[in-house]
């Protein structure tokens, strides 16, 4: 016995019988169920490929625009990407911006977020750079034209 009480190991054959038939009943009872929740699991569903996302083409479709606008004037990614505001960056900058407007068909705040700026922060890039080299303005943005005289067209006022 020990301080406890409990008999530390059975010293009769009898009692040692009883305890390897318990200890085998409990492994055969253990594997049985085992078998069984094998053999109910539903077989997993099969793997299937998902479809591509279509908002990763007009991503990738920007970065590229940025990488070419970054090897014609030469000029890092990163350096187009920061917050700088140095003047031999800004017509790589709006340049990439103006490119990405027109040939991606992301919105201005999805472009915002690539450039790290406001999406009206990229329309003023894009209009900065119409007015710089005299490309059509992409997706019909006329905001070189003020409000008021933009509605003075529309109604013919001029």
């Not at 998902?50 to 990614?77: F, G, M, N, T, Y």
């Not at 894009?126 to 529309?154: A, C, F, Y």
């Amino acid at each position: 016995m020990t301080a406890f009480g409990v008999r530390t190991h059975l010293t009769s054959p009898a009692a040692q019988r009883i305890a390897a038939d318990a200890r085998r009943l409990a492994a055969e009872r253990i594997a049985a169920d085992a078998r069984r929740l094998a053999a109910e699991a539903a077989p997993p569903p099969p793997v299937e490929k998902l479809p591509a996302l279509k908002s990763i083409a007009p991503l990738s479709q920007c970065h590229r625009i940025i990488e070419e606008v970054s090897r014609r004037h030469d000029i890092p990614v990163g350096e187009i990407l920061s917050d700088s505001r140095a003047r031999v960056l800004i017509p790589a900058r709006h340049e990439a911006i103006f490119r990405c407007v027109a040939e991606s068909p992301l919105s201005l705040p999805s472009i915002g977020r690539i450039f790290n700026r406001d999406h009206t922060s990229i329309g003023y890039a894009v209009m900065k750079h119409h007015l710089r080299t005299g490309e059509r303005s992409p997706r019909g943005m006329d905001w070189i034209l003020g409000g008021r005289k933009r509605h003075q067209l529309k109604n013919g006022d001029a």
